[in-house]
Every structure is written in structure tokens, then in C-alpha cells.
């Protein structure tokens, strides 16, 4: 589990073909790795992988075809930069939200405007995804927890302040880039609770009345 704090952006240093799919080379441009073992998860860009080597500026991790047909992965070249945390211990500060590592679709970035000191963004989404991000509740995108402001059909907005801008990967982004999208897994479960909410014995009319569904 991460929280979706960004910790370092790092920059892809070089990509490997290895047996048909990729081992993704990432240098963490300072990131401190010594309490880092072989085995352990690092999101990358909102996406959980696992470091299979650890080398002197940084670690690789092998990224299957599926992972890289449905995030932003399969898009990356040597010096782009990345979005990097390492996995949640339990004594940390649970800053953003809880968020997963496992990406549910593609979003788009439709505009930046600037707002007095901070920029509003606006995001699309698929429908599949959509329909789980609500107005005043948290999105991952590209591994950095935020907060949505409304929400307009496939569409929703978020707001930026200058750190954001500048200790992520979004000061690099432009209108029309792709992103990773991770929905709020609470989200996730209250669905699927109330698609069985009678068999579980769940008052449906309770969650819709109090906003859940």
C-alpha cells in the first residue's frame, strides 16, 4: 500500500527487453533506498512494482505486458521523468490516501488554468471509471493523491498548488498526456457491497441516502 505522496521523481534511465516483456531501469535521483530489500514494491507513476534489482542510483523492476498495455508504462523513453514512494510501513503518516498501486484505466489531461498561486486541471476518464470519482473525494493519479473538486460527466477537475506542480511529474505535463487513474478503493467495496447489498444484509436505501450510493 502507498499513500500517495510523492517521495522523489526519478527519471527512466533505460528499458530492457527481457523474454518478451520489460525490465524498466529507474534512476530515484536521491530517493533513499537502503531500507529498500529485493522483493519490496515501489509505485512508479501510480503503478506497484517490484524491485527486482537494486543498483547504485537506483532499481529496476519487470513490468509484465499487461502493465504496460494498460498504464502509462508502455509510453515511457529513457529520461522521462517518474512519480516515486516507496511501499506504506505502518508507523507513517498516512498523508494522501490510501491507494493500491493497481491502476484502474488511462485518464487524459484536458486543460491547466492558472488559479490566483495554484492551476486547476481537468482530467477525462472512461466510463468504467468515472462513475467512482466524486466531488470532495480522492483520486490517484499518477501515484500522487489529490483531491476532486466537481465532477462534470467523464470529467473532473482537481486542484494544484505549487508544490504539487513542482515535486511531481506534473510540471512536465501537457494537454492531452496520459495518466494513470486509481480510484478510491473504498469506492470499489461500497459498490460492490451494495451489488449484494440484500444477500449481505446491507440497508441499500441507507447508503443511498446518506450519499454511498
Request: charged share 20%; glycine share 12%; proline share 3%.
Amino acid at each position: 500500500m502507498f499513500t500517495g505522496i510523492i517521495q522523489s521523481v526519478g527519471r527512466i534511465r533505460r528499458l530492457e527487453p527481457r523474454g518478451g516483456d520489460l525490465r524498466l531501469h529507474v534512476d530515484t535521483d536521491g530517493l533513499d533506498l537502503s531500507d529498500v530489500q529485493l522483493g519490496d514494491s515501489i509505485a512508479v507513476s501510480g503503478v506497484c512494482l517490484t524491485a527486482v534489482a537494486l543498483e547504485t542510483q537506483g532499481f529496476a523492476a519487470d513490468v509484465s505486458n499487461e502493465t504496460l498495455s494498460l498504464t502509462t508504462l508502455g509510453q515511457l523513453r529513457p529520461g522521462d521523468p517518474v512519480n516515486l514512494e516507496k511501499a506504506l510501513r505502518l508507523a507513517d503518516r498516512l498523508g494522501g490516501h490510501l491507494v493500491s498501486g493497481h491502476v484502474d484505466g488511462l485518464g487524459k489531461v484536458v486543460s491547466m488554468t492558472p488559479d490566483a498561486r495554484s492551476q486547476r486541471w481537468i482530467f477525462e476518464v472512461p466510463a468504467g471509471v468515472a462513475h467512482y470519482i466524486a466531488a470532495k473525494g480522492s483520486v490517484c493519479i499518477d501515484g500522487t493523491s489529490l483531491t476532486v473538486n466537481e465532477v462534470a460527466g467523464h470529467r473532473f477537475g482537481v486542484n494544484l498548488i505549487p508544490h504539487t506542480v513542482e515535486h511531481t511529474t506534473f510540471h512536465a505535463k501537457r494537454a492531452g498526456d496520459a495518466v494513470n487513474i486509481e480510484v478510491d478503493v473504498i469506492a470499489r467495496y461500497v459498490e460492490r457491497l451494495i451489488g449484494g447489498g440484500q444477500a449481505s444484509g446491507i440497508d441499500v436505501d441507507f447508503l443511498k441516502q446518506h450519499g454511498f450510493a
